[in-house]
């Protein structure tokens, strides 16, 4: 329950964050360093992630379990009382720290209380987590600022974050402290490494220019040196195994990530709907994906390999009909439907991706390894929608993005039939 109502909350302060945003920076005259809040935060998630993974392997998940709530809490109270946007920065770098932190410890935690039968629903309720969050974060966070102040965004959410860390103390107390043998060492450097190429990708993404191609270009080659030594070997050429099931994340979530992040653009720019409507595809999306996960985690006995392989197979029509709404001449409205069998598709890969991880990984190194497995995740997202946002400064613009999107939404769609190939090869315990 402690560790639910942790992810609950980093889900409401992401969906909450992006709507107190525009009032925020303009209180604290920050404009010119509008998507700086959003890096940080992403920058510090990479490294704690790497690094909580590495703790977790050496000590068990307890300390990074309630480390990580507790470095979240403080990000969140050096946010709330913020009067300049430097320490605003300072206080999203320690939400990162934290959120990164403690997603780590709780796979650890699930892999180390439940066995393989009882992780299904686990998983399922960690995305069912997000729904609500998903439904009434950003609306319930527009309110919080038009009432009683941006500020309360984050300050509202600590006296729960605070409850969730007292009930998560006596859990890690009650987990092992030291993890057997010795896991892989993910190198310090390595994870500095990482956080700066997706940082790089990422303002890139954020700010096309000739300019941003060539820097952007050194952040992939940085990324890509780091990535060799964070990520299990044979990860790029999906070799079966424990290494295809993290390129399979890196797929999956790239090619998903490409449709969100440009779904509601579509929905405004080319359809016409309102920024209110625009982001409901979104909401349809969450609740395909937490109704697939609660389906399921009621049947534990399913073929994983089988049911991610389903998974890309839905999310690559996901985006064929994401291709045909990009265009004028195509029902908007469609996009709810491809919302709903896109999210159904995350909802039943995600889950059998984690049970595979944990399945095929030593237990000294499942922390490297879910960590390598979030990191292949955000990395291919910040490729996929930077490549969408040079694609739409190269084809088309933001008024009009159809050619943009329809060349976007083809190589997305070509990503997750490949992750169909790719997961056709049965992952063997090694």
């Not at 939400?95 to 399922?124: H, K, N």
């Not at 600022?145 to 300050?155: K, M, N, Q, S, Y």
């Not at 990009?326 to 709903?340: I, K």
């Not at 095929?360 to 995740?377: C, I």
């Amino acid at each position: 329950m402690a560790s639910l109502l942790v992810v609950t909350l980093i889900a409401f302060e992401s969906m909450g964050v992006a709507t107190a945003m525009p009032t925020l920076v303009a209180d604290l005259h920050g404009q010119s360093l509008y998507s700086w809040p959003f890096t940080a935060f992403l920058v510090a998630s990479v490294v704690a992630t790497v690094l909580s993974g590495r703790i977790c392997d050496r000590r068990g998940p307890g300390l990074s379990l309630v480390a990580g709530p507790a470095i979240f809490v403080a990000g969140l109270v050096l946010c709330g009382f913020a009067q300049n946007m430097f320490v605003l920065l300072a206080g999203r770098v320690l939400q990162g720290l934290g959120s990164g932190t403690v997603i780590v410890a709780i796979y650890l935690m699930i892999a180390l209380v439940y066995d393989d039968r009882e992780r299904p629903a686990m998983f399922a309720a960690n995305a069912a987590a997000w729904v609500v969050p998903a439904m009434v974060g950003p609306s319930l966070a527009g309110l919080v600022t038009e009432t009683v102040g941006w500020r309360w965004v984050f300050l509202g959410l600590v006296p729960p974050a605070l409850l969730a860390l007292v009930m998560l103390i006596p859990l890690a107390r009650r987990l092992r402290t030291e993890a057997p043998g010795e896991g892989r060492r993910a190198g310090v450097w390595a994870a500095v490494g990482a956080a700066v190429g997706v940082a790089v990708l990422t303002w890139a993404a954020q700010h096309p220019s000739p300019a941003a191609l060539a820097y952007g270009a050194g952040g992939l080659i940085v990324l890509a040196w780091a990535l060799r030594t964070l990520l299990p070997p044979g990860t790029v050429t999906a070799r079966p195994g424990l290494p295809t099931v993290v390129a399979a994340r890196g797929l999956l979530g790239g090619a998903f990530a490409g449709m969100e992040a440009f779904l509601p653009l579509t929905m405004s720019a080319v359809h016409g709907y309102s920024p209110a409507l625009a982001g409901l595809p979104l909401t349809v999306c969450a609740l395909g994906w937490s109704a697939a996960a609660g389906v399921q985690g009621r049947h534990p006995d399913w073929s994983r390999e089988v049911a991610l392989r389903l998974g890309f197979g839905l999310v690559a029509v996901a985006l064929v009909i994401f291709a045909f709404v990009s265009q004028p001449w195509f029902p908007g409205w469609l996009a709810f439907l491809g919302g709903v069998i896109g999210g159904a598709g995350m909802g039943t890969a995600y889950p059998s991706l984690s049970l595979l991880l944990l399945r095929f990984s030593p237990e000294a190194e499942r922390g490297f390894n879910t960590s390598a497995m979030q990191l292949s995740d955000w990395v291919s997202s910040a490729v996929t929608v930077g490549l969408g946002g040079v694609l739409l400064a190269l084809l088309a613009s933001a008024e009009h993005p159809s050619p943009a999107l329809a060349a976007l939404a083809v190589l997305l769609t070509v990503i997750a039939l490949l992750g169909v190939f790719v997961t056709r090869r049965w992952p063997t315990r090694e």
